[in-house]
């Protein structure tokens, strides 16, 4: 099969934004964002925000990751271990209270697992939590609009602009890959398992910093890394062969990431980071600029792409 990469045909995949799509966006902002009261002059109830902090003790020894310090808790929300948010109800301000628990059986940490533990906790806030009212209020604090209706009109055009902007970059991702499908390369399994290592690799760091490992992530998924390495296979067969269609269309091409292209770039991760251009220049190295001349060239080469195929709106 000769390497195809102009004239592709693709379907760009176009949803129209409802206004029940719009209603649901407004009932998740409403669920996100209550009205919060600070309460002073009662006890803590169920459905209150507790701001705490606590430390965790077992058998008299206190055991790592059970301590933190003003920590917000939903009573009743269950996030925390069966019995603990339920001994913090009828609680004030100021109280310091011990919460006796029993850890599950089933706990990931199996020095902890099925064993009592105590809790002592310090309630610094107690929050009331409402829900606002949609309402033109609403829509001065939330959308910076005047009225509700020109509120769903701004969410409504934003929403609509979001999905259009995706179905754009599913269309390009479906050409690249038809692109690298039709490239005459085959990745060698020690490339394969590179790239199914660097893949695990981003998924232990992403677990990481939402608390968590890669064992503990098998145990609660029922599965091991080789099965997640099994069925990533075919993906990462698939990216290696699109690398390998971008630095081919590059070539061809003549594609490559000119200066003013790059210190653009810069100024937009300086930009998304909330971050100067001095003090990006400090974590600047040579992979970082790698990485930045490599995400202009992939951008381009897949702007070609797309340019160069025939597409119909569905």
Known sequence: MSFVYRGLKADFKRYIVTEQDVQQQIDGILQENPKI????????????????????????EQFPGGTAEHQPLT?????????????LVGKEIGEEVIVSVTFPEAYHSEKLAGKAAEFRCKIHHIHAKSTYEPNDEFAKEFGDCETMEEFREKLALSMQNYV????????????????ANSLDFAPSEEEIEAELDEQIGRLSAELEHQGMNLEMYCQFTGTSVEKLKADARENAVTSIKVRAAVDEIAALENITAEKNEIDEALAHVAMQNGITMEQLKELYNDDFEKAVVRSIIIGKVMHLIREAAENTVK
């Open 164 to 179: 259009d902007e995706q179905a754009e970059m599913d269309l390009q991702d479906r050409l690249m890959v038809e692109a």
């Open 37 to 60: 009261e600070h309460i002073t002059d009662r006890p803590a109830q169920l459905g209150d925000e507790v701001i705490i902090d606590y430390a965790g003790f077992c058998e008299g």
């Open 75 to 87: 009573l009743g929300s269950g996030m925390f271990i069966p019995g603990f948010e339920e001994q």
